[in-house]
T-cell receptor, first 113, second 114 residues
């Protein structure tokens, strides 16, 4: 299965600023996903990012707040813009390989103060 | 709309016992049902998965039971060990192009006590 490197692993940010999270995969993948996991909660899909096309956002998430880039088949970034304390969460990237393989990164633990 | 319901929210089992976590889904188009294990500070890791054409799948101490007519599936952990203490998520997805996103259950925090 794919190995995902996610950076940074954690950060503390001031409200009103932006943070860009990087997701690097050790092999080429078509589909990448960005999730949010609030403390003690389940995973909520933010958007699906396919190389060469615009990201598809889930209900409740908008591009202005969570812009995503997918410049090639091994890399993606998620930016959390104009942050507020409510954005404090764990952000995870995930990739799909083949029909069954969904692999997750270790996540970025974001605290907004 | 919560498409995958998971219970219990938390579970305490004695070492050597059987841990059972249940999930129910609504969308009959789902055709892939994985279970994920997550330790604190880590991303979810695939534990075991099943498709609706079989009623049971076993891998070591972990077994998925699947009831298509009831739209339910469950994870059984036999001979539970303290190292199994983690949060478990069931999930479901469709396999067709454009519908590959995973829908997760709410999670079960499992604690194995000596």
């Amino acid at each position: 299965s794919a190995v995902i490197s996610q950076k940074p692993s954690r950060d503390i940010c001031q409200r009103g600023t932006s943070l860009t999270i990087q997701c690097q995969v050790d092999s080429q993948v078509t589909m990448m996903f960005w999730y949010r996991q609030q403390p003690g909660q389940s995973l909520t899909l933010i958007a699906t990012a396919n190389q060469g096309s615009e990201a598809t956002y889930e209900s409740g998430f908008v591009i202005d707040k969570f812009p995503i880039s997918r410049p090639n088949l091994t890399f993606s970034t998620l930016t959390v813009s104009n942050m507020s304390p409510e954005d404090s969460s764990i952000y995870l990237c995930s990739v799909k390989q083949g029909f069954d393989g969904y692999t997750f990164g270790s996540g970025t633990r974001l605290t907004v103060v | 709309q919560q498409q995958v319901k998971q219970s219990p929210q938390s579970l305490i089992v004695q070492k050597g016992g059987i841990s059972i976590i249940n999930c129910a889904y609504e969308n009959t188009a789902f055709d892939y049902f994985p279970w994920y294990q997550q330790f604190p500070g880590k991303g979810p890791a695939l534990l075991i998965a099943i498709r609706p054409d079989v009623s049971e799948k076993k891998e070591g101490r972990f077994t998925i039971s699947f009831n298509k007519s009831a739209k339910q599936f469950s994870l059984h952990i036999m001979d539970s060990q303290p190292g199994d203490s983690a949060t478990y998520f069931c999930a479901a997805t469709r396999g067709d192009f454009g519908n590959e996103k995973l829908t997760f259950g709410t999670g079960t925090r499992l604690t194995i006590i000596p």
